[in-house]
């Protein structure tokens, strides 16, 4: 029987002294709970800024301890299905976001999802993205609050963290202590106004223990091809460092030099935007599946 983890078991931030909410061994298939990204706070169009307690913020189901998972290791993530509550809410106000110095009052806005669709108003019904803002493990030396992402994972509000991507995350803690929330309907890359279409919903995901492999940032792949996604203080760093951790990876599988390697990559490799709005800022580099395929990699 597949185990589900409720949302009440959950942290606000991803921590070496979080308790283990759940215990599994390496393989296992769980479903995971989660309450939106304002803790479900929000019901209603009138919801005043003060109104929201703003330390509930942020919760992530878990944590999730797997067993024989060690620093050093990968913890390979297979997000199985996303399955989404029946409203969403977005907000944004001052200070919030890219448009936070022009917005005189903290709005929000609470998004129906009916018949497979974000009901933003009468004229548009968007097409959903159900996907994962907040997913990692325990990070190597301080807690890291999910409203900051990292090395760990973290909030990368990145829209490929979708129903059949795989995640592969260092192991920086025993048991690696995972955990995820913050689902979105849909979101924009940048995410420029501070939120997605938040959402409660539950996640199905496979967790693997991966040994003899190491990496420094998370990695995600899907059916087009994979990337790395990197966190950091500006989006020129987080950019830089991804294209460089991609191309450093890939380098000793191939019979390139270095600056061979660099024009392939400049000529397939994509540099993508995450977020822009969250305390650190996230880029990824992404690389086709073919390009890889064809010098038979396998990172993973
Ligand atoms: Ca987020
Ligand atoms: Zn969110």
């Known amino acids: ?67 024989d998972a060690l620093p050093g290791d990968v913890l390979k993530v297979k997000i199985d299905n996303i399955e989404l509550g029946d409203q969403g809410v977005m907000a ?49 030396s301080e807690p890291v609050s999910c409203g900051t992402p990292g090395a760990h994972g973290g909030n990368m509000d990145t829209t490929t963290i979708t129903t059949g991507a795989t995640l592969y995350f260092p192991i920086f803690q025993e048991g690696a202590l995972f955990g995820l929330g913050d689902l979105h309907a849909a979101m924009g890359d940048g995410e420029i106004g501070v939120s997605g279409i938040e959402i409660p919903g ?60 660099t024009m392939l990559m400049s000529a397939v490799g994509q540099v993508q935007v995450s977020q822009i709005v969250d305390p650190l800022l996230t880029a990824r580099f992404f690389v086709p599946k073919n390009v890889l395929e064809a010098y038979q990699v396998k990172l993973f």
């Open 1 to 67: 029987m597949v185990q589900t983890v409720a949302k009440e078991q959950f942290f606000y931030a991803f921590s070496k002294d979080n308790k283990a909410a759940l215990r599994v061994p390496s393989g296992s298939q769980i479903v995971i709970e989660t309450y939106d990204c304002f803790q479900n706070q929000i019901q209603s169009n009138e919801a005043a800024f003060n109104s929201i307690d703003w330390n509930q913020i942020n919760p992530a189901t878990g944590s999730i301890y797997v067993e």
């Open 92 to 140: 944004t106000g001052p200070g919030l976001g890219v448009m936070g110095h022009r917005i005189d009052e903290f709005q929000v806005k609470i998004i129906p999802i009916e018949e497979g669709k974000a009901v933003f108003n009468e004229k548009l019904h968007l097409p959903l993205n159900p996907m994962i803002g907040v997913i990692g493990v325990a990070p190597e």
């Open 202 to 261: 539950k996640v199905t995901v496979t967790l693997e223990v991966l040994k003899g492999k190491s990496i420094r940032f998370p990695f995600i792949e899907n059916e087009e091809g994979t990337a790395v996604i990197v966190s950091k203080e500006t989006l020129d760093e987080a950019a830089k460092e991804a294209v460089e951790i991609f191309i450093d990876t890939l380098l000793p599988h191939t019979d390139m030099n270095l600056g061979e390697l």
